[in-house]
């Protein structure tokens, strides 16, 4: 890993752990082995390191959801789907997602919490089309957030002896019945 990643692998690390408030560019240095003035020469402000380390979350929610707006999400099928692709952006993006859910408060400062909020609305609108409305946008953010904190503190859950096929098999499942159900409510407000 060259020492920009261990630059950008540490940012997101500790930004999960202590918050970005609570992260300081030595923090950040210290933990990638490297000096802060590696980090500036690389970085020249937290704020762009924080920046660069969330942009391949949110390049890959963005494609998630090109992907889910072509396809719609109008069947039974559709929907399971995207609640499979969703899952496994949350875990492949677990620390950058529980920063950006964490942290909307930066979104003045660090223009990837803007993308990310744009893009959340973007999903919510998208779930909506095809469900009750705002009591799916609400169990949509329960659930996102929910299996971020599931997989940020797998400790404290006592979930961490899960290999990651099942957790994810699990958490797979969890969101496909809140996906599904979104179908069920929208039948019975008709």
Do not use: W
């Not at 920009?4 to 082995?33: M, P, V």
């Not at 959801?65 to 952006?89: M, P």
């Amino acid at each position: 890993m060259s020492v920009r990643d261990q630059i950008l692998q540490a940012t997101l690390d500790l930004c999960a752990q202590r918050g970005i408030a609570a992260t300081s560019l030595q923090d950040i240095a210290d933990a990638s082995n490297c000096s802060k003035a590696n980090v500036v020469y690389h970085f020249s402000h937290k704020e762009e390191l924080i920046n660069e380390a969330l942009t391949p979350s949110l390049d890959a929610t963005e494609k998630l959801l090109e992907a889910a707006s072509l396809q719609g999400l109008a069947t039974e099928s559709d929907r399971v789907a995207f609640a499979q692709d969703l899952v496994r952006l949350l875990v492949n993006h677990r620390l950058a997602t529980h920063i950006v859910i964490t942290h909307p408060y930066f979104v003045d400062s660090v223009p990837a919490l803007k993308r990310a909020q744009a893009l959340m609305e973007r999903m919510a609108d998208l779930v909506s089309q095809h469900s009750a409305g705002e009591h799916d946008r609400l169990r949509l953010g329960i659930v996102i957030s929910g299996v971020t904190y599931v997989l940020v503190s797998a400790a404290i859950l006592g979930v961490e002896s899960l290999d990651e096929t099942e957790l994810t098999e699990m958490l797979t499942e969890a969101v496909t019945a809140m996906v599904q159900s979104d179908q069920q409510s929208v039948g019975t407000l008709n």
